[in-house]
């Protein structure tokens, strides 16, 4: 408490009306690692308060995902801790059975969130060893209020796709069609028709191809690079749970050729369709750069029959026109950029040793939820919603030993005190 009462001394602003001093750690982000966080630390008897930009929780799910999304991995893969999925969900959730997963797991552990609350700065006072994190509160209309929080612990739940990552391409402003990030996707039916370029071959890039064919566009896919097509699911078996299984027994390497093996054997060669596949296995390029492998649900089949065109990359646009690097030109109505999303961290973590400049802790995984001076991570593994649970458990048995801690320190001062006063009343 001292060291509160040295932090209020050295700053000026400390008594403005709008503060408070938060007893438990502070959550940014209310996402599925911020809700996995809170209720993990809930179990603990640890109080936490979460912090959310938007209106409602999940708003990467609800407002910049495509109708048609549904998870990538089965749900025992993707539930959150202390509470499964109902047993009458699919093996592959969709958007709206994950969401309304997310809210009933929110109001079970009676997590409320504070929402329009956007996270401004936050850094750590050495001097009186509490993090002090500053917001802007939108309210009514336009209105905008500032707020502070002082805190001693402080969980970053922002997560890996914070922002749309919009890429600079010679000549784009001067398209004069309709161009939107994938976030902004909701369904093909208003591109039917249409000739659209999908700028990207990821899991995202894949799947809007494929609606937009099923909502009778013409689309062609950009892909510049190399990327891994694997069978979803391998002779009525999940894919991943496959993988997963395999690598209890034996090493990743092997794992990988095998995956290899059984992907041509169930797609064939993927190369003779424009999409070559990269030197490093799947699992291995995941693990080391985060490349998640595309999970096939049906666009591979769409390529084959002609009805997605594969391109190689972009060289300029022009005016409803496309030149690609081979020199093709290609007439486009639209343009849907599938250029991924990136960690907004570094914009208000005022941090350099535990976060890199691109908004990952520095630490590989499984190192990376806990940095110095009560700073941690949730979902930032790259690893899906079951990196976040595990971080999410780790940081909460952690924060719970130091919250156990401090409370029976404070009982027996309480108690020192006391029997101290009684002392003193006997002269």
Same mark, same amino acid.
């Given at each position: 408490m001292e060291n509160l009462f040295r932090l209020v001394d050295q700053d000026q602003d400390f008594f403005q009306p709008k503060w408070t001093l938060v007893n438990g750690p502070i959550i940014v982000g209310a996402g599925p690692s911020g809700l996995a966080?809170?209720?993990?630390?809930?179990?603990?008897?640890?109080?936490?308060?979460?912090? @959310?930009r938007a209106d409602c929780i999940a708003s990467l799910w609800q407002k910049r995902t495509y109708d048609r999304l549904k998870l990538h991995l089965p749900k025992q893969f993707c539930q959150l801790p202390k509470l499964p999925f109902p047993e009458d969900y699919p093996e592959y959730p969709t958007k709206r059975q994950f969401i309304q997963y997310l809210e009933s797991y929110a109001k079970h552990f009676d997590?409320?969130?504070?929402?329009?609350?956007?996270?401004?700065s936050a850094r750590y006072d050495e001097t009186s060893g509490f993090w002090k994190v500053k917001t802007v509160v939108t309210t009514s209309g336009s209105n905008k209020t500032e707020f502070e929080y002082i805190c001693r612990w402080l969980i970053v739940a922002t997560g890996e796709n914070a922002e749309s990552v919009m890429p600079d391409i010679e000549g784009l402003s001067e398209f004069g069609g309709e161009v939107i990030h994938a976030c902004n996707y909701k369904s093909g039916e208003k591109f039917k028709g249409k000739k659209v370029l999908v700028v990207g071959c990821g899991n995202s890039g894949m799947e809007v191809s494929l609606d937009l064919c099923n909502h009778d566009a013409s689309p062609s896919m950009v892909v510049r690079s190399s990327v891994h097509v694997l069978p979803r699911e391998i002779l009525g078996k999940s894919t991943f749970e496959l993988a997963v299984s395999m690598m209890k027994w034996?090493?990743?390497?092997? &794992?990988?050729?095998?995956?290899?093996?059984?992907?041509?054997? &169930?797609?064939?060669?993927? @190369?003779?369709?424009?999409?070559?596949?990269?030197?490093?296995?799947?699992?291995?390029?995941?693990?080391?750069?985060?490349?998640?492998?595309?999970?096939?649900?049906?666009?591979?089949?769409?390529?084959?029959?002609?009805?997605?065109?594969?391109?190689?990359?972009?060289?300029?646009?022009?005016?409803?026109?496309?030149?690609?690097?081979?020199? @093709?030109?290609?007439?486009?109505?639209?343009?849907?950029?599938?250029?991924?999303?990136?960690?907004?961290?570094?914009?208000?973590?005022?941090?350099?040793?535990?976060?890199?400049?691109?908004?990952?802790?520095?630490?590989a995984f499984p190192h990376g939820w806990k940095g110095k001076a009560g700073l941690y991570a949730a979902g930032f593994t790259r690893r899906g919603l079951s990196g976040a649970t595990s971080d999410a458990m780790r940081i909460a048995q952690?924060?719970?030993?130091?919250?156990?801690? @401090?409370?029976?320190?404070?009982?027996k001062r309480t108690i020192a005190r006391h029997r101290r006063c009684i002392s003193l009343s006997q002269f």
């Open positions: 966080a809170a209720a993990c630390l809930k179990e603990q008897g640890v109080p936490s308060v979460v912090l @959310e997590i409320n969130p504070k929402f329009n609350e956007c996270v401004q034996l090493p990743l390497w092997l &794992v990988d050729k095998l995956m290899l093996i059984l992907a041509w054997l &169930v797609l064939g060669n993927t @190369e003779k369709y424009g999409l070559k596949r990269p030197s490093t296995g799947p699992l291995e390029l995941k693990n080391t750069k985060g490349k998640t492998p595309v999970l096939d649900i049906g666009a591979l089949e769409k390529i084959r029959s002609g009805h997605i065109h594969v391109v190689p990359g972009i060289k300029r646009f022009s005016g409803g026109q496309v030149e690609l690097v081979n020199g @093709e030109k290609l007439d486009i109505d639209s343009v849907v950029l599938a250029t991924g999303y990136r960690s907004n961290v570094p914009s208000w973590l005022q941090e350099g040793e535990f976060f890199a400049e691109n908004g990952y802790p520095k630490a952690d924060i719970g030993n130091a919250w156990k801690e @401090e409370n029976k320190q404070l009982k």
